[in-house]
């Protein structure tokens, strides 16, 4: 957990010395400051060492105050916590008339999930996986208003396969969520929101710990002993035909269980088809965690517009909701 070989790493990159305090408040952060000199550079060790960090404590956070004039949060990951750091602090400092900024990246992040999504070139196009719809019914909810084209895969495409009445096999569904997933397909059909579930799947059986190499399974059912693992060939096709037209993608969420190579085709067709529509001038931005890890794996990070930072963040943000850590700067 300790930040000291960050000092290392950032002094190397930045090609100026860093220095480090072993603590970041008391005697040693103070001191630390002290010895700075004008332009000097100073990491401090990692605040998460002191549980009054998430817990806002405000004395906790008054000590780190005292140590600056300005606050610039650059950690969009960790602006939907209100923890010392991301919301004590520049609270603290404001108090006493200091600016609290956004940083470059937490600038592009906001820009990207939130302006660019707020008025979206046409056609829209979200991409949503991953495991779970209680995870990110919110944020569908919210983009059913703005999409043209909801893309739907992963395990949470089963929930809404059992909303339909279809049989989802031994597939990792959520049985709680089926009346919530059928709202959001009313509420797409009466908004003429197209929404797409896979038409094929990649079943395969799990045991004793191992997968069975996965066949198409072209029906609306999914067997019994049977769990859906990916979207099939012909779904992968479909949605790739769908991101082609569109000028602004979001896509959250892998396709399948993508970790396992055998698993992995459907959503590095949906990678590709991002890949490619970026390259005819789509704006694409990828919603943060494991899309971003497909993305890096299959080579195409550098192909899309923008890649959050940000997992539980960028969700809440998608979300609609305002970010402790951004509501409570001074600059946005
Ligand atoms: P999330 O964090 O909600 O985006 O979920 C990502 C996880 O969902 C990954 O670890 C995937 O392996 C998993 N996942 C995607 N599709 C499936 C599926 N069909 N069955 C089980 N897990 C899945």
Redesign the pocket.
């Given at each position: 957990m300790s930040l000291k070989p960050v000092a290392k790493k950032l002094s190397k990159i930045i090609e100026q010395p860093v220095a480090f305090a072993s603590d970041c408040v008391g005697e040693a952060a103070a001191s630390a400051v002290d010895n700075l000199k004008d332009g000097e550079i100073l990491l401090l060790e990692n605040v998460r060492y002191h549980a009054a960090e998430e817990m806002n404590d405000k004395d906790f956070s008054k000590q780190l105050a005292k140590l600056a004039d300005v606050y610039v949060n650059d950690a969009f990951g960790a602006a939907h916590r209100a923890h010392a750091s991301t919301v004590g602090v520049p609270q603290e400092l404001s108090t006493r008339g200091g600016q609290g900024a956004a940083g470059l990246l937490m600038e592009r992040e906001l820009q990207f999930l939130g302006e660019e999504l707020d008025d979206p070139s046409k056609p829209f196009v979200v991409i949503l996986?991953?495991?779970?719809v209680s995870?990110?019914i919110k944020v569908i909810d919210r983009l059913l208003e703005k999409a043209d084209t909801i893309l739907i895969?992963?395990?949470?495409?089963?929930t809404f396969k059992l909303a339909g009445g279809f049989s989802v096999g031994d597939?990792?569904v959520e049985p709680d969520m089926t009346d919530i997933a059928q709202s959001a397909l009313d509420k797409a059909e009466a908004l003429g929101v197209e929404f797409l579930l896979p038409s094929d799947?990649l079943i395969s059986q799990h045991k004793n710990g191992t997968w069975a190499d996965p066949t198409v399974n072209t029906g609306n059912d999914i067997p019994d002993g049977d769990?859906?693992?990916?979207i099939g060939p012909a779904t992968g096709a479909r949605y790739a035909n769908a991101i082609a037209d569109a000028k602004t993608i979001l896509w959250?969420?892998?396709?399948?269980?993508?970790?396992?190579p055998r698993?992995a085709e459907g959503?590095l067709t949906v990678a590709r088809a991002v890949a490619a529509a970026t390259g005819a001038g789509a704006n694409s931005i990828i919603g943060g965690?494991?899309?971003v890890k497909a993305l890096n794996q299959s080579g195409l990070a550098d192909k899309v517009t923008f890649m959050s930072t940000g997992?539980g963040a960028s969700l809440e943000f998608l979300e609609g909701k305002e970010l402790p850590g951004v509501a409570a700067l001074t600059d946005r």
């Open positions: 996986g991953g495991a779970k995870d990110k895969g992963g395990a949470m495409a089963y597939s990792l799947n769990e859906g693992v990916d959250n969420g892998p396709m399948g269980i993508f970790e396992d698993f959503t965690g494991d899309s997992g």
